[in-house]
């Protein structure tokens, strides 16, 4: 479709014109509405694929650990990344200016990268389509080819916008990769030619190299439709040969890079995952599933969130659209992670419905090689049913199970009973649905715990409807605060010391007032803190006092808590000599956390948290280093 000689292709015109709507929606919601932001640096796992370029360039499969963080996995000594090498090769040019630059390119690619896929993965659409008409023998027509590139773009693949990550990158190119590889498999299953087998060989790879479970799964479905060609024809052979060839040895050399990364054929050593190293319950879950990520036990729950009809729920307050409760757990073995996430019929509906009428098309007709490829589509899918994760993301791993049969479906349906405008119309806005949805379930992925959005959002609401406004609660103003009853609950504390906001049954901070729930100040290293072993009190509060000591000799600071009836906690942070140090104490029994940090260090954290008020002593000047933060919760609280 972007060829010159589409220019006079309405069909083409159409499906470009979606593809180009699509992707602005896209860019925009990748760059937070700031277009201009396109190649800021994003945040943590941007740079993944550019720190395994620049170990390419070196000639080594390691990574720097500090970069991989607790994403990495540690084997003898040595820090890897799990994911495809395909993205971190056609970095490696970039990686090798880089080299120059220092540094100052990595973690600026991945939007535009993000960008480039889905615009390829709607091309992958519209190709699609135009095999699946070739081999019904009929002619593609500008509303159907633009409705199928509509329900592929208006799915969980702009959804992906809201996260700037290496997951998401990895997720759209390996959709991308697949739903062409299906097109181009088509194509092979018409014309059975050297040229179309090195298309399809070649897509096979690109997915199974940027996510293996995905490009499996579609290796098998262009690998049975090969099968079909050499059976049907004799002389056709040598190119099904290429096809079958290009498969094994994509999934050959996946097989070899995690060889020498882990020292396993597919699977990951869970176990050797720093996050995992890092915490003992993770690695607890881990040795209870075989160390393994993956289990047929999770089925029952990842089925029944992903197939949900009520996994999402509208609202009054924007972006209108917000994912439902958390994904009930059915298994006889617990999900690791549940994170929000919608569902197929809710997220996907266009699409899947047309899917749903595909299959029954495909098994009528006996077209073996849309079976085939939806087969393979499915069998890609099965890993992110069977992951003990939940996370919206995954959907997009089913698109290619789904794009194949809508395919069919948008290129023969033709029901007697209804006409073209009836279809059309149902078919626009259920794709103005996937489009909207996921626009909003990407916009609360970036701006759930930013105080801004919230503000903005009831001053929204405000305009339109006026008091009271809804979704607002009373928390404790001390002790432990009840779970959040859903994500995008906003929880106040009266005298407006803390706004919170519900994220994974757990409260997120919004805002904290000075002086009830932290402190921040400067505390004054003279007096009885300039000699070995004596001490001052910083802050008290009722029962407890905290207590900092300086130890000249270590160059360090120690803060202590001291409780009564309980053991102290006390933690060390370094001290330049300076007799002004800037501290900053937090004791917040609603998310919960006690810290104090000096410098911007953390000397000390507990989730075992004293009853706030904290209070300021004669050795700490409140408030020279912050001033109050009540506007958000004084402006909420006045419309409850």
């Known amino acids: 479709m972007w060829r010159r000689t589409a220019r006079a292709d309405p069909a083409a015109r159409a499906a470009r014109a979606v593809t180009l709507a699509a992707t602005a929606v896209f860019v925009l919601v990748a760059c937070r509405w700031r277009p201009w932001d396109l190649f800021d640096r994003g945040g943590f796992t941007a740079d993944f694929y550019d720190e395994q370029a620049r170990s390419f360039l070196h000639g080594r499969l390691w990574v720097d650990p500090a970069v991989a963080g607790i994403e990495g996995f540690v084997v003898d000594g040595r820090t890897y990344l799990y994911y495809g090498p395909l993205l971190a090769l ?6 090798a200016v880089d080299l120059v630059l220092d540094g100052a390119l990595a973690g600026r690619l ?13 091309t992958a659409a519209q190709r699609l389509h135009r095999a699946t008409c070739a081999w019904f023998g009929l002619a593609p027509t500008p509303w159907r080819e633009g409705l199928l590139v509509a329900a592929v773009a208006a799915s969980p693949a702009v959804f992906l916008a809201g996260w700037v990550s290496v997951y998401h ?3 759209l190119w390996a959709a991308a990769f697949a739903v062409g590889a299906a097109g181009a498999a088509i194509r092979f299953a018409l014309e059975p030619s050297l040229r179309t087998a090195w298309w399809v060989a070649a897509a096979v790879a690109a997915a199974t190299l940027t996510r293996a479970s995905v490009g499996i799964g579609v290796a098998l479905g262009a690998c049975l ?3 079909l060609v050499a059976r049907r024809d004799r002389p056709h052979r040598r190119p099904a040969a290429v096809v079958v060839g290009g498969a094994g040895l994509a999934v050959a050399v996946h097989v ?3 060889l020498a990364r882990f020292g396993t054929l597919l699977d990951l050593p869970a176990g050797r995952q720093v996050l995992t190293l890092q915490d003992p319950s993770r690695a607890a879950w881990f040795a209870g599933n075989g160390g393994s990520f993956f289990s047929p036990r999770f089925l029952p729950t990842t089925l029944a969130q992903y197939l949900r009809p009520d ?3 509208v609202e009054r307050l924007v972006p209108f659209v917000r994912f439902g409760p958390p994904a009930p757990d ?26 749903v009428i595909g299959i029954v098309i495909v098994a009528r007709r006996r077209s073996w090689p849309l079976a085939a490829l939806t087969a393979g589509g499915v069998v890609a899918a099965i890993p992110s049913f069977t992951i003990g994760f939940v996370a919206h993301r995954y959907l997009v791993d089913v698109l290619t199970a789904l794009a194949v049969p809508a395919a069919v479906t948008a290129s023969c349906w033709r029901p007697r009973r209804i006409g073209r405008r009836p279809l059309l119309v149902t078919g626009a806005a259920l794709a103005a649905w996937g489009l909207g949805s996921n626009v909003a379930l990407a916009t609360w992925t970036q701006n759930l715990k930013e105080p801004g959005f919230t503000a903005w959002r009831y001053q929204v609401d405000d305009v339109l409807f006026g008091d009271p406004a809804p979704g607002i609660v009373l928390l404790p103003a001390t002790g432990p605060a009840p779970p959040p009853a859903r994500d995008g609950i906003v929880g106040l504390v009266a005298d407006c010391s803390g706004v919170y906001v519900g994220e994974q049954e757990r409260w997120a901070v919004l805002e904290r007032g000075e002086g009830a729930r932290q402190l921040t100040g400067v505390l004054r290293l003279g007096g009885d803190l300039r000699t070995e072993g004596d001490s001052a009190t910083v802050a008290t509060g009722d029962g407890w006092q905290l207590v900092a000591a300086l130890h000249p000799d270590d160059a360090e600071l120690e803060l202590r808590l001291e409780r009564e009836g309980r053991d102290p906690l006390a933690g060390r942070v370094g001290w330049d000599g300076d007799a002004a140090v800037p501290v900053h104490v937090v004791v917040d029994p609603t998310v919960p956390e006690l810290s104090v940090s000096v410098r911007g260090d953390v000397a000390l954290f507990s989730f075992d948290v004293p009853p706030p008020p904290v209070r300021p002593t004669a050795a700490i000047e409140p408030g020279s280093a912050g001033a109050p933060r009540e506007r958000l919760c004084r402006q909420l609280l006045a419309r409850r």
């Open 90 to 95: 056609v970095r490696m040019p970039v990686a």
């Open 110 to 122: 991945a939007r535009l990268s993000m960008v480039v896929a889905f615009v390829a993965l709607c």
């Open 169 to 171: 990158e990895t997720e």
């Open 225 to 227: 439709v090969a099968v």
């Open 256 to 258: 070899a890079v995690n």
């Open 311 to 313: 996994a999402l729920r």
């Open 330 to 355: 059915y298994a006889s073995y617990p999900t690791e992670t549940t994170t929000p996430a919608g569902s197929l019929t809710t997220s996907a509906t266009l699409l899947a419905a047309a899917a």
